[in-house]
């Protein structure tokens, strides 16, 4: 993430903190194994007190997945501020082949996430009760936004913001079972072809 120059002494102290901790606990998770790190290891690692670790994250589930909050208003920043004359699904396709491409840079934490969530029943459920709901509505909101239109009448908000969340999800899963290998924008970009209505069958085999 990176800091305006609004950004007071407090602020980026903060920062540099979170920062730390999220680093800490993915040595240690990666050394010693998800389950087995605790709340304390990864505060003695990093030289700051449970509480300071709570301000931050609320749980050793929140500090694996990071600055999602970050990315997911990011995501929606670049979804408001897309050109006018792009259909809803292209302006939601931009903004998250954007983030792809940010994810791409960051490959271990990635699968490191990726593998904990199909292995780890916390982590999971972390990840499929917290994380994909708030992905979906967040990114339906702004997409109800940008169409104009009541999000619980229309169909059209959440249906797009599903499909372009399972998109990505669908190609980080791919990705990570091929050991990262190749661009996950690449694969991301496939994925959404798929959901286009003038993709015939032959051109899909190749995905």
């Known amino acids: 993430m990176q800091l305006s120059t609004e950004d007071g ?6 920062l540099a903190t979170r920062q730390a901790i999220e680093a800490a606990a993915l040595r240690l998770f990666r050394s010693k ?4 790190t605790t709340v304390d290891e990864i505060v003695a690692e990093v030289g700051i007190s449970q509480r300071t670790f709570f ?3 609320d749980s050793k589930e929140a500090v694996l997945f990071g600055e999602w909050q970050w990315q997911l208003d990011e995501l929606v920043r670049q979804v408001e501020q897309a050109d006018p004359t792009l259909d809803p699904l292209r302006a939601v396709r931009a903004a998250v082949l954007s983030l792809a491409h940010g994810l791409d840079r960051d490959r271990q934490a990635v699968m490191l996430r990726s593998r904990l969530s199909t292995s780890s029943a ?3 459920s972390y990840f499929r009760q917290k994380l994909q709901p708030a992905w979906e ?3 339906a ?6 169409l104009g239109c009541d999000i619980d009448v229309d169909l059209r908000p959440r ?6 969340i399972g998109a990505l999800n669908a190609a980080i ?6 050991d990262c290998v190749g661009l996950l924008p690449d694969l991301t970009e496939k994925a959404f072809d798929v959901l286009r209505p003038d993709r015939g069958r032959t051109d899909l085999d190749a995905t």
Do not use: D, N
Not at 33 to 36: A, L
Not at 141 to 146: D, G
């Open 9 to 14: 002494p407090r602020r980026q102290r903060q």
């Open 33 to 36: 194994g998800y389950q087995t």
């Open 55 to 57: 301000r931050h994250f």
């Open 122 to 124: 916390p982590v999971s």
């Open 137 to 139: 509505q967040t990114v």
């Open 141 to 146: 909101e702004a997409l109800a936004a940008r």
């Open 159 to 164: 249906t797009l913001a599903g499909a372009a």
């Open 173 to 178: 899963a791919i990705w990570v079972a091929g």
